[in-house]
């Protein structure tokens, strides 16, 4: 389908769409609305004739309370019984007699009259101004679709609302023999255990807002009828004049269409003239741009490919996508070859450490006999692995728990054994800063007289200083001091870290080897000697056995002569 008829169909399409759309939230708002005031209306109306209904029970009420307290101000009405005075109620209805008759003839409305009837079963009439046959009988009548008596229906209502209260309910109507809706108000009198009541019948509000809602469906339905023959008027004028601008811009597209579908095949294209003023033209000056543009695109492109990663490239604007992806892309490839430098940086390292990790604890397993050759050998491959120059390994010696101190047992310096003698204690100098505080320190500012290195070619202070402390759980038992011209990197001092707790547990080791060594020496020299001591026991207590026997011999030679 061409765009010059997509252009007025589709148009036509939403402008129908929104019209029915229009349409119809109009309608439904209307209704609402209108629906609202017919339910106000009733509402308003009930409120009304619930009003009057209470003005004129209450107006009865108060008649008959006047009445009776007029009748109990008059002495005559109180008789003598063994418990005292009380209210003759039978002198005292004869007294309400002209009240209740002045009842009968009140009238409200057009037909509105106020009856009484007890609230006990069973729920004997006392007033009826419209039937007086009923009077002083019991009547039923049963609610509409209920097995409930209207004089019962009423005394609930007292007992459920605290002595007055509304009832709704459909009752004869008079001259009829149709159930019609009444809404009835009464209200307890409870000195004489009387029901007052009057009621409406309600009919016409219904018939009132029936009434309003057949006028709504009607101003709906013609509201409808106008709507549709406007919306048809429109759409068809809207068609035609779209479909004679749709004519004039076509044709412009159609040009710039045929421009790019040469453009995507790969064709070079001259920039196209200029022919309008409008957004038509202002489309093929963009078109003008982007033949530009491509050029510029695949030159940039194919130095991405050749690996030229800052080959120069300028996009055609700040919102040009392409040429900011372009960028973007550029960049994304520094990044991911940052990052694989980056990861093959870090796998050498890994790689080293391990490497590392692996050499001392093969060189501390094979030297862990002799405790100052392993010192040597740790120390100088620590140096050589770390590429320092100068390193020394200090011991803690606690045999004098009065005097503990640190003894440099190895040390090295390019790549020689060096013999030194030196002793530390806790808090003298870096290397006891490092036995009390538990923690390394890193210096790359090293004082001058520090320490001076010297080679054939002269003497230099050193760039950087790792001191490290060899630690058994919360010990220190050792310190490990290294010096270089470079600076430390992380990563090397954290191999040092790591690798620093094998080497104090094989320092440990040999440590607590060599004390086992003296101590069984020594136990040996004592079991010699114990044993020459039991053998020379034996030989005296042969001697002494061999005496006492020579003297029991001489003893018995002794009596045989006395006798």
């Avoid at 068809?236 to 779209?242: E, G, K, M, Q, R």
């Avoid at 044709?251 to 064709?267: N, P, R």
């Avoid at 100088?380 to 728990?401: P, Q, R």
Wanted: hydrophobic fraction near 40%; aromatic fraction near 10%.
């Amino acid at each position: 389908m061409k765009i010059r008829t997509k252009l007025p169909l589709f148009t036509s399409i939403i402008v129908l769409i929104s019209i029915v759309s229009i349409t119809i939230y109009a309608i439904y708002d209307f209704r609402m609305k209108t629906l609202e005031s017919i339910e106000l209306y009733r509402v308003e109306q009930t409120n009304i004739i619930k009003n009057q209904l209470k003005d004129n029970v209450n107006n009865a009420y108060k008649i008959i309370e006047m009445a009776h307290e007029m009748a109990i101000s008059v002495g005559d009405f109180k008789q003598k019984t063994d418990t005292g005075y009380v209210e003759n109620k039978v002198t005292i209805s004869n007294f309400l007699r002209l009240t209740l008759e002045n009842i009968r003839i009140m009238r409200y409305r057009e037909a509105g009259y106020i009856w009484i009837n007890e609230i006990e079963p069973p729920y004997t009439v006392i007033l009826h101004p419209i039937r007086p046959e009923i009077e002083s009988t019991a009547q039923v009548f049963y609610i509409k679709d209920t097995q409930q008596n209207v004089y019962e229906a009423f005394a609930e209502v007292i007992y459920d609302e605290n002595g007055a209260g509304f009832l709704r309910y459909d009752f004869y109507k008079p001259g009829t023999n149709e159930k019609i809706p009444k809404l009835s108000y009464i209200r307890l009198y409870e000195p004489f255990g009387w029901i007052l009541g009057t009621g409406v019948y309600i009919d016409y509000i219904d018939k009132m807002v029936s009434l309003k809602t057949e006028q709504l469906y009607e101003q709906t339905n013609k509201m409808i009828k106008y709507i549709i023959v406007f919306g048809v008027v429109l759409i068809a004028l809207s068609t035609i004049a779209l479909y004679f601008i749709g004519k004039v811009i076509t044709d412009s597209i159609y040009f710039v269409k045929e421009q790019l579908f040469q453009m995507s095949k790969g064709h070079i294209i001259k920039k196209s003239p200029k022919m309008r003023k409008d957004e038509l033209g202002e489309m093929t000056n963009s078109l003008n741009d982007l033949i530009g543009g491509v050029n510029s695109y695949s030159e940039f492109a194919l130095n991405i490919e050749s690996g030229n990663l800052d080959a120069d490239f300028k996009p055609l604007s700040e919102n040009d996508n392409l040429g900011v992806s372009l960028l973007k892309m550029r960049q994304s490839l520094k990044t991911a070859k940052k990052e694989e430098e980056n990861r093959r940086i870090e796998t050498e390292r890994r790689n080293w450490a391990n490497e590392g990790y692996t050499m001392f604890s093969d060189l501390m397993r094979k030297s862990s006999d002799d405790p100052v050759l392993m010192s040597f050998e740790i120390i100088n491959n620590l140096v050589n692995y770390l590429n320092a120059i100068i390193g020394g390994l200090f011991i803690e010696n606690d045999d004098d728990k009065k005097n503990p101190h640190f003894e440099l047992i190895a040390s090295t310096a390019y790549n020689r054994r060096k013999f030194k003698q030196k002793i530390v204690r806790r808090g003298e100098g870096l290397i006891g800063a490092c036995a009390l505080e538990k923690q390394k320190i890193y210096l790359t500012n090293v004082p001058n007289d520090y320490v001076e290195i010297r080679s054939g070619l002269g003497t230099a202070n050193p760039n950087s200083i790792l001191i490290v402390p060899l630690m058994i759980e919360s010990n220190v038992i050792g310190i490990i001091e290294l010096a270089a011209f470079k600076k430390f990197k992380e990563f090397e001092i954290q191999f040092v870290e790591k690798v620093s707790e094998s080497i104090a547990a094989a320092v440990y080791s040999a440590k607590i080897n060599v004390r086992t060594s003296g101590l069984l020496e020594g136990v040996k020299i004592f079991d010699d000697e114990k044993n020459k001591l039991i053998a020379n026991i034996k030989d005296k207590e042969k001697q002494i056995k061999k005496l006492k026997r020579q003297l029991r011999i001489e003893n018995s030679k002794k009596s045989i002569f006395e006798i």
